[in-house]
């Protein structure tokens, strides 16, 4: 029976995709159907309409194939899994309503085409729920990693002196990212002084402190300086009522002025150019 609908979803392909097309519109929130184009969604849905076919008419391996390319596609896209479910359960009533209208079948008959088109869809629907699943933690992941990696981004800003700007909250899992990146980068920049820019740290409290003074530390094992800079009036009596001891730290209030020290340090200094 199924390929005799694959033949009906061929005959009538243009109006069941704008059937489709429109049921969808109706279920699916504005957010899901504002944010692409009439185009990419024609484009989308006319994919998911082949997808579906495919799995009767194409191989395991295309079939799978064209799968994985559609849940990367509306994953990069911000569909939801619903989305996707509701799609898969709006064809096989579409199908249904359409065959229904179009023969003269008995009741058992009409049974037996909605038992069918059910055996058919739910492997689709069970496959692209993992599928999405999978795609969607993966594509997550690697997100993830990416702003790891810029949420505490070692930068070279002259030889020998790197900055660390630090924005947002530290929790645990950033201090260790933050420890691991000053150790790498200072010896892959060969920096003889750090300067750890809290400027966009909103909240500096016991746990953070300990944190970036654990940081510090470690860059003074390996070999060099490391300093504070962008310590508010707020952040400094904060830090001070906490009762923690940066006395072996250098800190200073602003950036510029740690890059100053910084210079000194590496026999440089900044001059002022007339003209």
């Not at 692409?36 to 076919?53: A, C, G, H, W």
Request: hydrophobic residues 45%.
């Amino acid at each position: 029976m199924n390929k005799e609908v694959v033949q009906f979803i061929k005959k009538h392909e243009d109006e069941i995709l704008e059937s489709w097309m429109n049921e969808m519109k109706k279920i699916g929130d504005e957010r899901t159907i504002n944010i692409i184009s009439d185009q990419v969604f024609y484009n989308t849905s006319k994919e998911f309409m082949d997808l579906v076919t495919s799995s009767i008419l194409d191989t395991n391996e295309k079939y799978y194939e064209k799968i994985g390319s559609f849940a990367e596609n509306v994953v990069r896209m911000g569909w939801p899994l619903t989305f996707l479910t509701k799609g898969v359960r709006t064809i096989n009533k579409i199908l249904y309503d359409q065959i229904i209208s179009e023969n003269d079948f008995t009741h058992e008959q009409s049974n037996e085409l909605l038992w069918g088109l059910d055996k058919w869809l739910a492997p689709v629907y069970d496959e692209m729920i993992e599928t999405y699943s999978a795609t969607w933690e993966r594509t997550f992941s690697l997100q993830k990693i990416a702003l790891q990696e810029l949420s505490a981004p070692l930068i070279p800003v002259f030889e020998k002196i790197s900055i660390m700007p630090l924005v947002g909250t530290i929790d645990t899992e950033r201090a260790r990212l933050i420890m691991e990146n000053l150790l790498t980068g200072v010896v892959k920049h060969r920096a003889d002084v750090v300067l750890i820019d809290i400027t966009g740290v909103p909240v500096v409290d016991t746990m953070v402190a300990h944190h970036i003074i654990q940081a510090a530390d470690a860059v003074r094992l390996v070999g060099a300086k490391c300093m504070i800079v962008g310590i508010r009036p707020e952040i400094a009596q904060t830090i001070v009522n906490l009762g923690i001891d940066l006395d072996q730290i250098i800190t200073t209030s602003t950036l510029r002025k740690g890059i100053e020290k910084a210079l000194g340090f590496t026999n440089r200094k900044m001059i002022t150019v007339e003209g």
